[in-house]
């Protein structure tokens, strides 16, 4: 009898820990072990992607397709500043923690949005950071919260006040290197890649001691002389051969591998004087988390004049009892490789491409010559945005589909030489929008990875920057470039309920719960929306 | 405190240019106040990295070779519409048109920006593209002004001046930023420019002049340009000037496409020298 009654309080204990029925109070410590075990918290959010797979799938299923419809919104948290709100906030115990615009960042009571604690970056004055002045996200561990800044200080903050605990300078800023991403904490070190593939930096992905900010390993993403790889840039132009690493990775435990892609070669619209791959400009690298040496690296993109940047987030899929990891690529092409091995499984072209015709031998699709740039412009699909871009897709294990968003779109690629200065532009190219095209047309796609085949898609009015979130309830969630939130039936794309929020969307949804209700987030204009059922 | 946007250049690269350095060092003794002027006027080394940079910062909107592109102006015109100094061009290239368009280039704005020495080179590339009006203008302003809220019937849809219908765009402007050869085309195949395929820096201006043909529940045909529109809703105008605002889901049907309503006015309809006329009318408003 008191075993039971043991066992049914400890079932009991499960289901308030599960929906977070106790009070909020001082939350604990994220321990490297919780990032782990995340999906046993389903209620937190606890890193870019929601788990060390790239899923961003959330086990809630309190808000699912049936009562979707009823969807109300339930607080906005004003940031006060303008430029594009790019970030992934990350909810722990009832705490929302967020990076803004301008490298500010707050921590909000997740239930009301009220503020509990705000830090701004100072920046200088003189910083030019490309694509504006974004940042996509904290990651936690511990009691700190970390982000990379966009004069590439990568800082860590106490996670109950916001106060600097730590703050060291990765890269010299005036040279064009700066941070966007939402770092990874794997074990006890802060992972990060910097950003800087229009100003030819010579790219790299960083390990920090999260607890003192000592620097533990640098990979630099394009080898210097005598390493593997350096053979495959002409000349000098490894110096300044971009391949920088601006989007998060993921963490494959089993191996011990942290899976991280790399972006465009610089200039990013000119070979010419960069012959060779270029390697590992365009490729996904595994890298042992602890001694920060590649094992293994796949290159979606050879010697690419494109800015067709890799970086889009590598999604880990059991099936089978094979261990995969899948990207939507800019390039047009969604790849399947072995996540052990790095091998290519498959390639399929999952939006409108007219660059490649063909493959080679290992199954990646291969340049066609006529596809290069020249300097009276030619026309190439997709155009220099991708077929998609950094915004995050989703898995769901519910559905087995794999949910991007997507741009058919077309661009005149020209060449325009363009000489080295350090931190300047360095594209030696320009594009344009294509006037025979077609207009620029957008999607949320569903594809199968098991064949490449896309389920269904949903047509956008135009196309959007929006990540994606799928729920065991069944739903996708996304935004749109006129300022709708949007959930839709998971099986089927059928729109199931919106909001009209005001603001363009260039953030990627998260679910949380507190006190057993479940939430919805996205950013969208200059504020982080919250939803929930009424 | 973050939107600095002048005197953005380190020292040291200032120091990497004696042509700089000897600008500084007049400018710090007095001699010119460095800031307002365009430190590479005339300077035709300085125009070809300008056209570099133009290609890959402006070309985008203002079309390559400056002539205007889908939506920017045409930048050729000695004669603009918001600036006339290289002072103020640097203003407006660094800083945006606020209400337009025109997004801030420099390193406060979209995108890489520029540094304050990248946009002079593009301010001295724009002037050596300069072309001067033609002493004699070409066309009739008079006779344009006549046709064009007359026989042509082109104030039934557009304003000028005040003046004129709200289906189509406002043309009161349009004669100081495009070129004659794209508002002649305008008129000779009004649906090959709906301004498509703008980037997120535009975003905030959806109006492409798409026409909107829906049928309502109770079967009611509308026929109109598109004001705006998202994945739910749409709002548009008919050709009476009335405004609807309609939720997609509850429409029997809706089509959009990008043939403009504007008809085709071929030169049976409207001869080469009238339409030079109008142009003529168009231009001579557009400069004012």
């Known amino acids: 009898m008191a075993r039971r009654i043991q066992r049914i309080l400890s079932s009991l204990l499960t289901v308030c820990i599960y929906y977070g029925l106790f009070v909020p109070h001082a939350h604990s410590q994220v321990s490297f072990e919780r990032l782990l075990n995340s999906n046993k918290e389903p209620q937190n959010w606890l890193s870019y992607s929601g788990d060390y797979s790239?899923?961003?799938?959330?086990?809630?299923?309190?808000?699912?397709?049936?009562?979707?419809?009823?969807?109300?919104?339930?607080?906005?948290?004003?940031?006060?500043?303008?430029?594009?709100?790019?970030?992934?906030?990350?909810?722990?115990?009832?705490?929302?923690?967020?990076?803004?615009?301008?490298?500010?960042?707050?921590?909000?009571?997740?239930?009301?949005?009220?503020?509990?604690?705000?830090?701004?970056?100072?920046?200088?004055?003189?910083?030019?950071?490309?694509?504006?002045?974004?940042?996509?996200?904290?990651?936690?561990?511990?009691?700190?919260?970390?982000?990379?800044?966009?004069?590439?200080?990568?800082?860590?903050?106490?996670?109950?006040?916001?106060?600097?605990?730590?703050?060291?300078?990765?890269?010299?800023?005036?040279?064009?290197?700066?941070?966007?991403?939402?770092?990874?904490?794997?074990?006890?070190?802060?992972?990060?890649?910097?950003?800087?593939?229009?100003?030819?930096?010579?790219?790299?992905?960083?390990?920090?001691?999260?607890?003192?900010?000592?620097?533990?390993?640098?990979?630099?993403?394009?080898?210097?002389?005598?390493?593997?790889?350096?053979?495959?840039?002409?000349?000098?132009?490894?110096?300044?051969?971009?391949?920088?690493?601006?989007?998060?990775?993921?963490?494959?435990?089993?191996?011990?591998?942290?899976?991280?892609?790399?972006?465009?070669?610089?200039?990013?619209?000119?070979?010419?004087?960069?012959?060779?791959?270029?390697?590992?400009?365009?490729a996904l690298l595994a890298i042992n988390a602890d001694t920060g040496k590649m094992n293994w690296y796949f290159q979606f993109t050879k010697h690419d004049e494109h800015d067709w940047d890799a970086t889009q987030v590598p999604v880990m899929i059991d099936s089978g009892g094979k261990h995969l990891i899948a990207q939507a690529n800019r390039n047009g092409f969604f790849y399947i490789l072995d996540r052990a091995t790095g091998k290519l499984i498959s390639a399929n072209a999952y939006g409108k491409i007219t660059w490649s015709?063909?493959?080679?031998?290992?199954?990646?699709?291969?340049?066609?010559?006529?596809?290069?740039?020249?300097?009276?412009?030619?026309?190439?699909?997709?155009?220099?945005?991708?077929?998609?871009?950094?915004?995050?897709?989703?898995?769901?294990?519910?559905?087995?589909?794999?949910?991007?968003?997507?741009?058919?779109?077309?661009?005149?690629?020209?060449?325009?030489?363009?000489?080295?200065?350090?931190?300047?532009?360095?594209?030696?190219?320009?594009?344009?929008?294509s006037e025979e095209a077609e207009p620029y047309r957008g999607f949320l796609k569903a594809i199968d990875p098991a064949t490449g085949e896309i389920k269904w898609k949903f047509e956008h009015t135009s196309p959007t920057w929006s990540g994606v979130l799928s729920t065991a309830g069944g739903l996708v969630f996304t935004g749109d470039a006129e300022g709708n939130f949007i959930a839709l039936d998971a099986a089927s794309g059928k729109p199931l309920w919106h909001f009209q929020m005001g603001g363009a969307v260039y953030a990627a949804p998260i679910a949380f719960a507190v006190d057993g209700k479940e939430y919805v987030a996205i950013a969208a204009g200059s504020a982080v929306y919250a939803f929930g059922l009424p | 405190?973050?939107?600095?946007?002048?005197?953005?250049?380190?020292?040291?690269?200032?120091?990497?240019?004696?042509?700089?350095?000897?600008?500084?060092?007049?400018?710090?003794?007095?001699?010119?106040?460095?800031?307002?002027?365009?430190?590479?006027?005339?300077?035709?080394?300085?125009?070809k990295a300008g056209e570099s940079e133009f290609r890959i910062n402006c070309a985008l909107c203002h079309g390559l070779g400056a002539r205007g592109g889908g939506r920017g102006p045409d930048l050729t015109r000695a004669r603009k519409k918001h600036v006339h100094s290289d002072a103020e061009m640097f203003q407006v290239i660094s800083n945006g048109i606020p209400g337009t368009a025109m997004p801030a280039n420099g390193t406060n704005g979209q995108g890489v920006g520029m540094t304050d020495e990248e946009i002079w080179q593009i301010i001295t590339y724009i002037r050596s593209v300069e072309v001067k009006a033609p002493s004699k203008p070409i066309g009739n302003a008079a006779h344009g002004k006549e046709l064009f809220y007359g026989d042509a019937n082109c104030s039934l849809c557009h304003i000028v001046e005040g003046k004129?219908?709200?289906?189509?765009?406002?043309?009161?402007?349009?004669?100081?930023?495009?070129?004659?050869?794209?508002?002649?085309?305008?008129?000779?195949?009004?649906?090959?420019?709906?301004?498509?395929?703008?980037?997120?820096?535009?975003?905030?201006?959806?109006?492409?002049?798409?026409?909107?043909?829906?049928?309502?529940?109770?079967?009611?045909?509308?026929?109109?340009?598109?004001?705006?529109?998202?994945?739910?809703?749409?709002?548009?105008?008919?050709?009476?000037?009335?405004?609807?605002?309609?939720e997609k889901a509850k429409l029997r049907s809706f089509q959009k496409n990008r043939e403009s309503m504007m008809p085709v006015y071929k030169a049976d309809i409207l001869s080469d020298k009238d339409l030079d006329d109008i142009v003529a009318f168009l231009i001579s408003v557009g400069a004012k």
């Open chain 2, 164 to 246: 004129g219908g709200r289906v189509g765009p406002d043309l009161t402007s349009v004669g100081g930023s495009r070129t004659r050869e794209a508002i002649i085309d305008s008129v000779r195949n009004p649906s090959r420019r709906l301004a498509w395929g703008l980037t997120e820096s535009t975003k905030e201006f959806p109006q492409e002049y798409e026409t909107v043909t829906v049928v309502t529940a109770d079967g009611k045909e509308i026929k109109g340009v598109a004001l705006n529109e998202d994945n739910f809703t749409v709002q548009m105008m008919d050709t009476s000037e009335n405004i609807y605002l309609l």
């Open chain 2, 1 to 47: 405190m973050f939107w600095r946007t002048r005197n953005r250049r380190s020292p040291t690269r200032i120091a990497n240019r004696p042509s700089l350095v000897i600008l500084t060092v007049m400018a710090l003794t007095g001699i010119l106040a460095a800031d307002n002027r365009n430190p590479f006027a005339k300077d035709p080394k300085a125009a």
């Open chain 1, 357 to 433: 015709d063909s493959k080679d031998a290992e199954g990646r699709p291969v340049a066609k010559k006529e596809a290069s740039p020249t300097l009276e412009g030619h026309t190439v699909c997709p155009g220099a945005l991708g077929t998609t871009n950094f915004m995050a897709p989703t898995f769901s294990p519910q559905t087995s589909l794999f949910y991007v968003t997507a741009r058919d779109q077309c661009d005149i690629f020209s060449t325009a030489p363009q000489p080295y200065e350090a931190g300047h532009a360095y594209y030696g190219s320009a594009y344009f929008p």
């Open chain 1, 54 to 282: 790239g899923h961003r799938f959330s086990a809630l299923d309190e808000i699912n397709t049936k009562n979707a419809h009823k969807l109300t919104a339930k607080w906005v948290y004003q940031t006060g500043a303008t430029g594009k709100l790019e970030t992934t906030p990350l909810v722990v115990d009832g705490i929302l923690y967020a990076t803004g615009q301008d490298d500010r960042a707050f921590a909000l009571d997740a239930r009301t949005g009220r503020p509990i604690w705000m830090y701004q970056h100072q920046l200088p004055g003189d910083i030019r950071p490309c694509c504006g002045r974004v940042n996509r996200g904290f990651a936690i561990l511990g009691d700190k919260v970390f982000m990379g800044t966009l004069d590439a200080h990568v800082i860590a903050l106490d996670s109950k006040t916001g106060n600097v605990i730590w703050d060291v300078v990765a890269a010299k800023y005036q040279d064009g290197y700066s941070f966007t991403v939402a770092p990874l904490a794997v074990k006890s070190l802060v992972v990060i890649g910097v950003s800087g593939g229009e100003y030819g930096v010579r790219g790299f992905i960083d390990a920090y001691d999260a607890a003192t900010g000592e620097r533990k390993w640098r990979f630099y993403t394009v080898p210097g002389p005598g390493e593997p790889g350096h053979e495959t840039w002409e000349g000098n132009s490894w110096k300044v051969g971009g391949a920088p690493a601006w989007n998060t990775g993921t963490y494959d435990a089993a191996t011990n591998q942290i899976l991280w892609p790399t972006g465009n070669p610089a200039p990013s619209n000119r070979g010419a004087g960069r012959a060779g791959d270029n390697l590992f400009s365009n």
